[in-house]
């Protein structure tokens, strides 16, 4: 070839493209994220050109680097079809992947071909370092395909979007990207909504983007205005009555309204289009455990054949989207407590064990794990020692989530009761001293640590806790 390939390589980190954004394969589960944008592009005329970048990236993740390349040509057609005036701005990306797809192939010439065109390209624009700020269409991918790549990826996203956004305020896809980021972001339980702004605005400078409305729906429900909510999810349903997306957010919507079977027909309805979509099963199975748990709640002995039913179909249902998509580690959850649900504790065990060795766990993840195998351990194994070894990890992790505090609840009242009991066990004193200490009770953590001291003089641990207290008094 007639460049050595050090310098092409270095030609081709400074590429503005897939593989210069450092999107890790280990952050995701390939084959479903593939399946997904397949899906998006067959649905959502919008964003054609990004989809087919990324898919040609995660054909490369995959090792199917033919397939890559012709991905990469559909999105070439696409751009020629919907901005035959800035194909070369338009297609800076497409070329960047081009050109690091060949040199994996080892067909220099042809990556060393594509370096050029989009120097070429850029060239026309007005001269700058920082390429992308000339290009918000560039941010605006980068942001796309960071939504895509999961939770981790979000902060980023949000970034790109709004370096988007300095460019040109009032553009309505760079506008959808960032409020969608925005609600992703978005703790659900908090009071004041950050993204409500955001998602408001994206509406309006673009009343037909049915997946921004459903978002701005479900928020405006979060906030307890259903009734506006509504109005927009009804608007929705009607502009693209046949759209996963929309019935997807619109089937969630009107379960957590109570109206169920309006909720089960939509979803329903949708697996007829999409039969392998694992939200749409876990949506059923959430659908069927709220019928469950209305049903105990209205009666004390509900029919034992109804009770049985629910839990099947719960089941059921859980157990497919964990066969679609074995890392949604929300689903073992659900799908573990309706094993128990049902006293099917070996089951129950083995879905939890499954859950821990998920790779992809934030650590908010991990605590409400610990939560609730601490929880079956202590009310259904009666294992005792093994809860508060669970509820305590919880507690390690760091996150301020709703289980954090559910962890440290659990913990407390269990040792409170052991010790009521009369346990004469050091750790038990020495662990609730630790809670205490948590929840900002002084006083009540020294005479715990005074307690586990006395039962067990010689632990440092317990003696530089008690010190460090009398200090902080």
Same mark, same amino acid.
Request: proline fraction near 4%; aromatic fraction near 12%; charged fraction near 30%.
């Given at each position: 070839?007639?460049?050595?390939?050090?310098?092409?390589?270095?030609?081709?980190?400074?590429?503005?493209?897939?593989?210069?954004?450092? /999107?890790?394969?280990?952050?995701?589960? /390939?084959?479903?994220?593939?399946?997904?944008?397949?899906?998006?592009?067959?649905?959502?005329?919008?964003?054609?050109?990004?989809?087919?970048?990324?898919?040609?990236?995660?054909?490369?993740?995959?090792?199917?680097?033919? =397939?890559?390349?012709?991905?990469?040509?559909?999105?070439?057609?696409?751009?020629?079809?919907?901005?035959?005036?800035?194909?070369?701005?338009?297609?800076?990306?497409?070329?960047?992947?081009?050109?690091?797809?060949?040199?994996?192939?080892?067909?220099?010439?042809?990556?060393?071909?594509?370096?050029?065109?989009?120097?070429?390209?850029?060239?026309?624009?007005?001269?700058?370092?920082?390429?992308?700020?000339?290009?918000?269409?560039?941010?605006?991918?980068?942001?796309?395909?960071?939504?895509?790549?999961?939770?981790?990826?979000?902060?980023?996203?949000?970034?790109?979007?709004?370096?988007?956004?300095?460019?040109?305020?009032?553009?309505?896809?760079?506008?959808?990207?960032?409020?969608?980021?925005?609600?992703? /972001?978005?703790?659900?339980?908090?009071?004041?909504?950050?993204?409500?702004?955001?998602?408001?605005?994206?509406?309006?400078?673009?009343?037909?983007?049915?997946?921004?409305?459903?978002?701005?729906?479900?928020?405006?429900?979060?906030?307890?205005?259903? &009734? &506006?909510?509504?109005?927009?999810?009804?608007?929705?349903?009607?502009?693209?009555?046949?759209?996963?997306?929309?019935?997807?957010?619109?089937?969630?919507?009107?379960?957590?309204?109570?109206?169920?079977?309006?909720?089960?027909?939509?979803?329903?309805?949708?697996?007829?289009?999409?039969?392998?979509?694992?939200?749409?099963?876990?949506?059923?199975?959430?659908?069927?455990?709220?019928?469950?748990?209305?049903?105990?709640?209205?009666?004390?002995?509900p029919p034992r054949e109804q009770v049985d039913k629910l839990i099947q179909l719960c089941i059921f249902h859980f157990?497919?989207?964990?066969?679609?998509?074995?890392?949604?580690?929300?689903?073992?959850?659900?799908?573990?407590?309706?094993?128990?649900?049902?006293?099917?504790?070996?089951?129950?065990?083995?879905?939890?064990?499954?859950?821990?060795?998920?790779?992809?766990?934030?650590?908010?993840?991990?605590?409400?794990?610990?939560?609730?195998?601490?929880?079956?351990?202590?009310?259904?194994?009666?294992?005792?020692?093994?809860?508060? &070894?669970?509820?305590?990890?919880?507690?390690?992790?760091?996150?301020?989530?709703?289980?954090?505090?559910?962890?440290?609840?659990?913990?407390?009242?269990?040792?409170?009761?052991?010790?009521?009991?009369?346990?004469?066990?050091?750790?038990?004193?020495?662990?609730?001293?630790?809670?205490?200490?948590?929840?900002?009770?002084?006083?009540?953590?020294?005479?715990?640590?005074?307690?586990?001291?006395?039962?067990?003089?010689?632990? =440092?641990?317990?003696?530089?806790?008690?010190?460090?207290?009398? /200090?902080?008094?």
């Amino acid at each position: 070839s007639s460049v050595p390939k050090n310098s092409l390589k270095s030609s081709l980190l400074k590429l503005e493209c897939y593989f210069t954004w450092t /999107l890790l394969k280990e952050d995701v589960d /390939l084959d479903e994220m593939e399946e997904k944008v397949n899906h998006q592009i067959e649905f959502f005329t919008k964003s054609k050109v990004t989809n087919y970048n990324l898919l040609s990236y995660l054909c490369h993740l995959n090792n199917s680097n033919e =397939e890559a390349l012709s991905n990469l040509h559909k999105a070439e057609e696409e751009v020629k079809r919907k901005h035959p005036d800035e194909i070369a701005r338009r297609s800076l990306v497409t070329w960047g992947n081009y050109a690091w797809i060949y040199y994996h192939m080892e067909r220099y010439k042809e990556a060393e071909a594509y370096v050029s065109k989009v120097k070429t390209g850029l060239r026309n624009l007005p001269s700058t370092p920082q390429w992308k700020a000339q290009c918000p269409e560039i941010y605006a991918e980068e942001g796309w395909a960071c939504l895509k790549f999961g939770r981790k990826y979000h902060r980023r996203a949000n970034d790109c979007f709004a370096n988007a956004l300095r460019q040109e305020p009032n553009n309505p896809e760079f506008n959808a990207g960032y409020a969608i980021t925005v609600y992703r /972001l978005e703790n659900p339980f908090k009071r004041q909504s950050l993204s409500l702004a955001p998602l408001k605005r994206a509406v309006e400078l673009d009343p037909d983007n049915t997946f921004v409305t459903v978002l701005l729906a479900l928020k405006l429900q979060d906030l307890n205005q259903t &009734e &506006e909510g509504e109005i927009y999810m009804e608007e929705a349903m009607k502009k693209t009555p046949d759209l996963p997306y929309v019935l997807r957010y619109a089937a969630k919507f009107y379960r957590r309204k109570g109206e169920l079977q309006k909720a089960l027909e939509i979803l329903k309805k949708t697996l007829e289009v999409t039969p392998n979509s694992s939200f749409f099963h876990h949506q059923l199975g959430l659908c069927y455990r709220s019928e469950l748990f209305r049903l105990k709640e209205a009666t004390r002995c509900p029919p034992r054949e109804q009770v049985d039913k629910l839990i099947q179909l719960c089941i059921f249902h859980f157990k497919t989207v964990i066969e679609i998509k074995p890392k949604f580690f929300y689903v073992h959850v659900d799908l573990a407590n309706m094993y128990i649900e049902a006293k099917r504790y070996e089951e129950a065990e083995e879905v939890f064990q499954k859950a821990f060795q998920i790779n992809i766990l934030s650590d908010a993840d991990k605590q409400q794990l610990y939560y609730y195998y601490g929880t079956f351990n202590h009310f259904h194994m009666r294992n005792e020692s093994e809860a508060i &070894e669970y509820y305590t990890k919880g507690l390690e992790m760091k996150p301020q989530s709703p289980y954090f505090t559910k962890c440290k609840n659990a913990l407390k009242s269990l040792l409170q009761s052991r010790i009521q009991r009369g346990s004469k066990d050091a750790t038990d004193f020495g662990t609730l001293g630790f809670v205490y200490d948590l929840t900002g009770e002084k006083h009540e953590a020294i005479r715990c640590y005074e307690q586990a001291l006395e039962l067990n003089p010689d632990s =440092e641990e317990y003696l530089s806790a008690l010190c460090e207290l009398r /200090l902080s008094i």
